[in-house]
């Protein structure tokens, strides 16, 4: 017995109890804590799911049975082999439900507005969020499209049977930790839950509220600011996922571009004043951060008090990015690399599976609640996915009148304002009643002072993404592949392919909405002026296949060159890890040295690519006055001439950069954000476009710094409005540094050698349930938010949540890693397995030898099915 596991656990009980006092949650609406901690059926009574090793079994469902070979395994997979399909997703949902029952359940109910039914009143403001997401309605609407006699259907069936299953069977000993203590007991899952999970992966990797504080800024601002701050394509150029020279086709047409306007507000809608409207986006911005967050919010951050040692810094929860490339060796093998960035946590946001059933063999990781595998290979083909980031979410301020309550304006008529009446049960209240309003371009999400403001996307209207992994799994072919990708609408992803044939490419298709007029990077005039017309066709939606370059890339940056003809977003990744990613790749492909160790290379690189940029100008600033600066900033100037831009933890040179370019991009804008009284209200510190709220510089703004710094230093936008201060680069590059020396001193003492990047800069993997003692770590850590090897801020509980290479030659050879492990269960040694691997930069072989030869079927001539 560990006694230090029972400790921890303990600790853990008691902070869920004391939950309820720091949410305001009464105790009378969590389990009774006799029964909680009662010796036989409490917490203490609870048993872990099994662990490694391999069992064969004969399932029989309505009069059917399929031999079935289970195999766990301690590198963060379970290995299912049937001789029928329909077995191999039943036992998927049952093993699902058995190690990830708590945290599939938490999902699910999250995104379909019912957490509070089990949370209680803290979390009311993330359900009446997710209501206004119509979740209940689309979910529904999907499971009401399926064809009942698709493939799809037949997974997702038998999958729900196997998490029904396995509730069935639960007794005191087996439910989940958390479920005790709240009291409760999971009812029947059902195909909608599945389809919430869906809806919440989809609106992470989609939902966007940069036009609100975008509105803002083109109100408070004159239009050559607008011009300077914000250009429409980057200022400082960033390699596009799908250049026009690696695919002409998609720019031979006539999109919608050019009859857009990019500076300027759109017409406010009559009898609205300036300042009613910024105060009504003030409202709106309001209800997307409280409401989106709210979960997060109420329940992890004050579990985890005091994780940021530098005040100005914050966890990044929501600007995930990813890295993904495919490249051809000399010899015509197509390789592959993943690494999507998600939030690491215990247990890990994914399940490692390998399915195996007649013409099927997937290997790969999934989304607990999700039947299939998400991101992986199979005999034949091999795919990846970062964030797209295109703009599929847009707003609209409706006009409306006293004279016509509940009435608003559109295409020359008044109209009601649709309403949905919800009742959310919350625990400890009762039903609470919430109306969603909705008019003819999305849901209402603000109306103040008769100033009504609506979001529309994309993911409100019925689609399957999770078809495209289903048909993903048993793909053999790039047409078969791509039957798959036509089902992926929303959520819009770089999808790289690579295939046993030597085919690579990357795809982003899906729902990108086309309007023919006004600002789309705003809030447009909701009068139907500014409607949806439809969407980019297919054939000139973003795609490159077999490039001449022999391989392709794509890290969230900027999707296309500045000829693309249709309007897509302009708020992108600033680019650095891709252009970190096309160097090496570049490199290793002119070497001809396209291996799985220079990929391995790669995917662990810790160059900032932004000291390529910023710190030759830097060392010139300093070079320059060192006969003014003090013995300790001499020290540090030394330390930053020496160094490759490497972001090791062992680095004193990393961590003075980090918090000198920090302080230049703050020093830069922050007095004309202050000059043009741009408010927290109105985004500052929190959106990209307005300094968002960590060091990784994502958006625009320090693509602008990165063009001023090389090219226009004396550019009128270092000065400083405020005090009238005429200021270039070097004067500002100077202040930062003076600023980042004492900021050091006070935080790390007055000896730079100390310094050291690893002492500040820390990974950990939060505990998904918010609870800090069954958390993971923290650990010493390389790299930052612009390394490929991202760990996004100093106390990082994001980066590569996933790592995956593979030679499509010979697919059995490939590898990967996901950190956590299995299983939720805090004791179980599947909890947390497969962190030191991924921590150190090691991998798996993902179908390692000796495993029962059901699981080489397709890859070996002689392996067989069970039975």
Known sequence: MNISLYIKLGLAVICLLLVAILLSVPISILAPLGQVLNPGTGVWNSVPPPGVGCHSSVLTINDSSAAIVVCVTPDGFIRIASNETWAVFYEEGYLTAEYRLAQMYFMAMMTMGNLSSVVGPSVLPSDEFFRT????????????????????YEALYYYTLGVNAYIE????????IIFKVLGFRPLPWTMEDTFAIQQLLTWSLSGSADQLPFTVALLKMPKQVIYAFYPAYPSSIQYPVYPEEWNLGIYNTTGNIKGLSFYSPNPLPPGITKQEFIEAIDKAIAFYEESDTAFRDSVVSKLLPGINPFEHFVIGLSDEGSNNWVALSPSGQAFLANDPHLTTTVPSIWIGFQLVGPGMNVIGVDFPGVPGVILGHNPFIAWGATDAEPQVVYYYVEVTSPNHPGEYYYDGSWMPFEVVQEKI???GVGYVPYNVYLARNGVVIANYSGVVIVMNWTGMYPTDEGATFLYFDIAQNLTEFLKGLSYFKVGIQNFAYADRYGNIGIF??????????????AVMLGNGSYDWVGFIPTQYQPYVLNPPSHFALSANEILVSPNYPYYVGWVFESGFRADEIYTLLSQFEAQGNITYSSMETIQLNVHDYTTNLFLQPLLNALSTHLNKLSPIEVQAYELLKDWDGDFTPNSVAATIYYFWLWNYLNDTFMPWFQYYNITPADGLGEFSIFLGPDAIFHGPLILDLANWTNNYPDIVWFNDPVTGQSRNATIVMLLAFNQTISELMSKLGPNPSTWYWGRIHERILTSFFGINQLSVGPFPAPGDGNTINAAYGLLSNEGPSWRLIVDMANPLSGIGVYPGGISEYPLSPLYNDTTAYWLNGQYYTLIPPGLPQYFYYLYLPNATLPG
């Open 133 to 152: 997401l119509l979740t209940p309605q689309v979910t529904q609407e999907i499971v009401d499209s399926l064809n009942k006699s698709s493939f799809t």
């Open 169 to 176: 069977s639960l007794t005191s000993q087996r439910m989940p």
């Open 425 to 427: 049960y919350v625990k």
């Open 508 to 521: 982003a298709w899906g729902l990108y909405p086309i309007v023919m007029g006004g600002d789309p990077r």
